[in-house]
């Protein structure tokens, strides 16, 4: 039974009104605070979900990609965390917005706490965008919601990980993640710590000649003897203006 949407936490001139189209979805955004990138489409997209149960959202911000996915894996449940209580609140609208709040659940909750919330080897696929830079690393932005989503605040990438793993299913389930090329080695050592096995790895270009801006990586629960597929480079643009074939795919479906 649909309902009306969660009231929004701050005055609707403060959000801009997004679609996207290929999946038929409305989102609103701050106009000033953190929006989403074209890097959680990518996500979505790189983890085929299709027939998964229960699939887990670490860090949704304003909820696109747990909507996504649930638009991509029409049978799933999808819980999503974010820890900033505004952001959760705006996710939760989304959700409402769109006719998703009985697949959809945002937890204003940090992953730190997602044992509290789901039981442990529950997920078919766990999916994050997790904040690219250490404490005290960059430069720092003022807006808090910024700052949560770039840097590492009250959880770092082992958290994000030990969070992944608790919650994945154990051979069959999938974590997928994009993060930031310079930190490679450390989420490679990271999975390591905590016997998570890399399955596939794309890194994504700007444009050809471009170094890689992001990478996508997939990584699985108790699979023995997994051999690390390194997969073509993803373009995003083929000109520095127009998109390519696959990345407006993405985004329209064609």
Not at 22 to 44: A, I, N
Not at 115 to 139: A, E, I, T
Request: with cysteine; aromatic share 6%; net charge neutral.
């Amino acid at each position: 039974m649909s309902r009306d949407p969660c009231p929004l936490p701050l005055a609707p001139d403060f959000y801009t009104r997004d679609e996207l189209k290929r999946f038929s979805l409305t989102l609103l955004q701050p106009r000033d605070g953190y929006r989403f990138t074209l890097d959680p489409l990518l996500l979505c997209d790189f983890s085929g979900a299709q027939g998964e149960q229960q699939i887990a959202d670490l860090g949704t911000g304003s909820g696109v990609m747990a909507l996504v996915l649930a638009k991509m894996a029409l049978q799933a449940r999808v819980t999503a965390f974010e820890q900033d209580g505004e952001t959760a609140w705006l996710a939760q609208h989304n959700a409402d917005l769109n006719g998703l709040a009985e697949r959809v659940t945002v937890l204003h909750e940090d992953v730190l706490q997602v044992r509290r919330h789901l039981p442990v080897s529950c997920c078919d696929l766990v999916v994050s965008n997790p904040p690219y830079r250490k404490q005290g690393r960059g430069r720092l932005n003022l807006h808090p919601g910024k700052l949560a989503a770039r840097h590492e605040t009250t959880a770092g990438l082992a958290d994000f990980l030990a969070a992944a793993k608790y919650l994945v299913k154990p051979v069959t389930g999938r974590i997928c993640l994009v993060y930031h090329p310079d930190r490679l080695p450390d989420l490679m050592a990271e999975a390591a710590e905590h016997k998570l096995s890399a399955v596939r790895l794309r890194m994504v270009h700007g444009v050809p000649d471009a170094v890689a801006k992001v990478f996508l990586v997939e990584l699985a629960k108790g699979r023995k003897n997994v051999q690390l597929e390194v997969l073509p480079p993803l373009i995003v643009r083929s000109d520095g203006e127009n998109y390519t074939d696959e990345v407006r795919r993405i985004l329209l479906g064609r």
